[in-house]
């Protein structure tokens, strides 16, 4: 069999299971936003890596070295968030051609430096290796929580609402609109959310001490692929509701589509990074604090329901719409 | 400035200074085998991460998909085992071209799950992905550690004695004899030393117990390379005493090289993963209860001087000896 057939996630299942149990000290492997490992009674270290390959997940010519180093960092430091733990530091390893022009690398690494050093978090070593012809860039996070306070992936239970952070669809609109060659100037706010994200670390914080969602994740495949992750780890269903997807000024500006695509970036772009978490009815009085709290829009866009594996999206009639593109799929 | 003309230890310089510092939980950044933070009073965690590329770092045809596994895990727990830690659990990162037969990735990952098992280390996550030709294997190892027990680079003085584990220089010999086309079944021992590397993990948390190093590397690039790590750090120097480099006796009986030749790839030669220590003189008494709780050699091979950055190489008759190819280097 190759891998091709096999995809990304069934694979990624077939180590989890060969992994295998029996490690004390992992509270979490294979199977959410980031690792969990007990560091003290009451502490717990999480771990996180994610890779950017040239050609695949970046082009040069469509970025500046010093957004790239950003978004390296940006998308790690989402998947601590996640999981509702503080980021604390990063290795980051980087396979580059030789003839890479030095100013590339340095303006990479402040990019990364200075998003990290944002959240507080230090760049502690690497490894710089010379690749064949194209560059390769995997970042490693390991950050904090205490360990009653992490948010899974597994724990939504029927009934319970389902919240987004931010807006929806700015990242993949602003990419799409990108290669249809519309001037950059027009659309400067959605090309942002794409080459810049802004992980919600603050956010993913106040919703752990708040132990106000019953699970989490961060948005980078799209809303629908993401959430089901959350659906499978807690073998639930969902549903979600057109009308209540958060959809920004620039958005709707912009996205004049027919009326049955007009959510198709909203619910299937991916690397929003925003934070998907499900709130138990009896705590959703708090979400206004949380917002509050957050400075920016927490909606609530669907909820939970208890027929497993079940993910249907509701128009304003409370028709069921079927969307087929559910995310990327890197194989 | 094209990146080839800076060279790897250049360009680590560089980053490793505009990293810089304001990071209270960050013991060591950047500069040492593995980084060391903060996690409790007593505790701290380290974390480590090699790359290594297909073409550049291994050939596909020169070892198996299983071996090729372990050694990604051996060369991280060396790491740990530098800094006197215990590995907990590490991610791995890998690109692989879409073509890649399963097999080969379920193997590969075979290789990495047992060799981390045999030392209490779980596989806890990770990120595939397809790269466009060639295969990137990045794994990031985390450890723990007592706080006052690590073992740094910066801590050798003149006079401490220079010590290695096990012998040097075969995984280098094994290496070039396999290139020269020498037959596998007589150079077994060889080239397993380099395909199937042993991390010194249970020796480097022997000599952290024992308080017996006051600075330690593991040696990856070459005896000499490394050794240099340490002076650096240390603000030393240090002679190496030829005669005492410990040979195994494969190495002894395939390289039979002219007598200036017959050092070479001891000195040299990287991937030995030995531990690399400096022991104050009023310790030395102790070494032979490390090699007894070890069980395999633990040889004193030299000592540290005052003069910083000397490094020489004296012969039986205390005659300096001059070596042009000292460890290798990525760019």
Known sequence: MELKKLGEFGLIEKIARSAGAGFPAVIKGIGDDAAVVRSSKTQCQLLTTDTL??????????????????????????????????????????????????????????????????????????????????????????????????????????????????????AALGLLLLQRGKALSRIRLLVAKHLDPMPRVAEGNTISRMRLASSMIDISDGLLADLRHILKESQAGAQIWLNHLPLSPQYRQHWQEGADDRYVPALCGGEDYELLFTVPLDKQKRVAALEQACGIPVTCIGEITAKQGALKVLDEQNREVAYGKEGFTHF
């Open 53 to 170: 390959i040239e050609g695949i997940h970046f082009e040069r010519a469509l970025t500046t070295p010093y957004l790239l180093g950003k978004k390296c960092i940006a998308v790690n430091l989402s998947d601590i968030a996640a999981m509702g733990g503080t980021p604390v530091c990063f290795v980051v390893s980087l396979s580059i051609p030789p003839k890479t022009p030095y100013e590339f690398i340095h303006k990479l690494y402040q990019g990364m430096i200075h998003r990290a050093r944002a959240f507080g978090v230090s760049l502690v070593g690497g490894d710089t290796t010379g690749s064949r012809d194209h560059m390769v860039i995997t970042v490693t996070v390991l950050g904090t929580a205490r360990t009653d306070r992490v948010i899974y992936r597994h724990g939504a239970r029927a009934g319970d609402r389902i919240y987004v952070t931010g807006f929806l669809g700015d």
